[in-house]
């Protein structure tokens, strides 16, 4: 089953905060975000695992809740550079991907 | 190589006409993946392969689609008798136990 993100998309200005959820139905194994700019294939940004830990990566940082089967993207201080469509991509134990639909963030000045 | 290489990046091809598309992924990784996004579309998962088990097949949209993946390291994604709603950009990926790597995608335009 595909993960459920919201919001769909957010607009930021640039310093502004933001939270993306991802919500799934089944037991998680990992959770991973990507994002993708038009055009591009989606870039890797972090994995989470079980056990709660949080990651960063610059000033984005994540969070995994594998009882609750969620995990939430902060983005912190937005930058222009932020803008592109964030994927929550979840992992059962055989390790097959399901991606969400997609979170667009547009950063503006 | 440092990356997945997908090859061709563009890719014509008339209704009706046989396509195979490449992937070379990450030397040493044992999970690959194909996956489709049409424009403005999310990722739609087609296969995935992992070591020397049976691949997952589930996301593949009719038996004109194939893959193959040959000593566990190129994959070659077929689609035959392609039709206009084939259209998409394919993307592959190749994971270790962490981390996954995309491709740059193979645009495939059907006319």
């Known amino acids: 089953q595909q993960p459920v993100q919201s919001p769909q998309a957010v607009i930021l200005r640039e310093g502004e905060d933001a939270v993306i959820n991802c919500s799934s139905s089944k037991a998680l194994y990992s959770v991973h975000w990507y994002r993708q700019k038009h055009g591009e294939a989606p870039v890797f940004l972090m994995i989470?695992?079980?056990?709660?830990e949080q990651m960063r990566h610059e000033k984005i940082s994540a969070s995994f809740n594998e009882k609750k089967q969620q995990s939430s993207l902060y983005l912190t201080a937005s930058q222009l550079s932020y803008s592109g469509t964030y994927f929550c991509v979840t992992t059962d134990s055989w390790g097959k991907l399901q991606f969400g639909a997609g979170t667009q963030v547009v950063v503006t000045p | 190589g440092a990356g997945v290489s997908q090859s061709p990046s563009n890719k014509v091809t008339e209704k009706g006409k046989d396509v195979e598309l490449r992937c070379d992924p990450i030397?040493?990784?044992?999970?690959l993946y194909w996956y489709r996004q049409s424009l403005g579309q999310g990722l739609e998962f087609l296969i995935y392969f992992q070591g020397n088990s049976a691949p997952d097949k589930s996301g593949l949209p009719s038996d004109r689609f194939s893959a193959e993946r040959t000593g566990g390291s190129v994959s070659t994604l077929t689609i035959q008798r392609t039709q206009q709603e084939d259209s998409a950009v394919y993307l592959c990926a190749s994971s270790s136990r962490y981390g996954y790597t995309f491709g740059s995608g193979t645009r495939l335009t059907v006319v």
């Open positions: 030397s040493g990784h044992t999970a």
């Open positions: 989470l695992l079980k056990g709660g």
